[in-house]
């Protein structure tokens, strides 16, 4: 087992967006090994913060971090969608901001046993929560050839999507696919050489889309995503960090929804559906880290940081 190891990414930006006070209550719905989460704590004195995670050793490395501050530290296993319930049973009903930095962690990627990288040769799990659901190697090895292909194409946005589902199901059929190193192999196969991307691996787009649907991390990050919104005091600001495409277009879509006011039709005289903003958006583009950041923590490179704060 290696240690826990996470770099979190755009601590400055993370800490000036939240414009944290003191004596408040914050939500890390992702908590990782708790870098931002010590961050919180460390800069608003007497404030509260729950941390949420999926991953139980990120939760015993985060406890270990963030042992000092531990009578103002409450520390949740679970999904951040259901956030909501989640701090219902902590008697919090509102929240003075919340941070969710979405994606797999370093820990998680280097972790040979866990089978998400296509770089180590391991049993093919992937999920973030080792303690349910279903593994990789279930989907790969169970789902029709069609709703892998669908999978493949909406998570990973790869071209070559049915071509990879139809070799995947040629060769299970032969035996189970069950080791990342497998896996690849197939993927190879089924991606015209001449064709690989130079910059990316071949297996890049693939294992995304499995990590991403072993984990349902979309349907995750939407009702999380809106329940940290509805939680939120005026004033309270929420912070999000993307790694992917995906990710990013469902965080400004949900963003743009809260912040947008009447949507009546213009001839109206008056209006009639009675919507106001609820949030104010900080990041009319987003954040990107710093090239300094970068050249220390090549993970940053496609972190996307968006803020809104609520009115």
């Known amino acids: 087992m290696t240690a826990f190891r996470h770099l979190s ?9 939240l414009a944290l006070k003191n004596n ?7 908590l990782g090994g708790g870098g ?11 404030s509260r913060l729950i941390g949420v995670d999926r991953d139980q050793e990120a939760l015993s490395a985060a406890r270990e971090r963030l042992a000092a501050h531990a009578e103002r530290l409450n520390l949740i296993h679970g999904d951040f969608a259901g956030v909501a319930g989640q701090l219902n ?3 919090i009903s509102a929240l003075d901001g919340f941070i969710f930095d979405l994606g797999v962690s370093s820990h998680q990627l280097d972790s040979k046993e866990r089978g998400f990288s296509f770089q180590q040769n391991a049993p093919l799990d992937m999920r973030m929560d080792f303690s349910s659901g ?8 169970d789902l029709p050839e069609a709703a892998l292909e669908r999978i493949i194409s909406e998570y990973g946005e790869e071209r070559w999507a049915k071509r990879i589902a139809s070799f995947i199901a040629r060769e299970r059929s032969e035996s189970p696919i069950t080791t990342t190193f497998r896996l690849v192999d197939i993927i190879k ?6 064709k690989w991307d130079e910059r ?17 991390e979309l349907e995750s990050l939407e009702r999380g995503m809106r329940a940290a919104l509805d939680l939120l005091k005026p004033g309270g600001r929420g912070v999000i960090i993307s790694f992917h495409s995906l990710e990013d277009r469902i965080v400004k879509h949900i963003f743009r929804e809260y912040a947008e006011g009447c949507t009546c039709p213009r001839q109206l005289p008056v209006c009639v559906c009675l919507k106001v903003p609820r949030v104010k958006i900080l990041t009319g583009r987003p954040v990107t880290a710093t090239q300094q950041e970068i050249d220390s923590n090549q993970r940053a490179r496609s ?9």
């Open 36 to 46: 931002h989460a010590a961050l919180i704590l460390e800069n608003s004195p007497g």
């Open 200 to 216: 990316i691996h071949p297996a890049t787009r693939t294992f995304q889309a499995l990590r991403i649907a072993v984990n349902h």
């Open 9 to 17: 990414v755009m601590p400055e930006e993370v800490v000036r967006f």
């Open 89 to 91: 049973t902590l008697g």
């Open 189 to 194: 196969g089924a991606v015209p050489k001449a």
């Open 303 to 311: 972190a996307k940081l968006r803020a809104v704060e609520k009115l």
């Open 24 to 30: 408040a209550v914050y939500l890390d719905g992702t």
């Open 134 to 141: 279903e593994t990789a190697a279930d989907l790969v090895n």
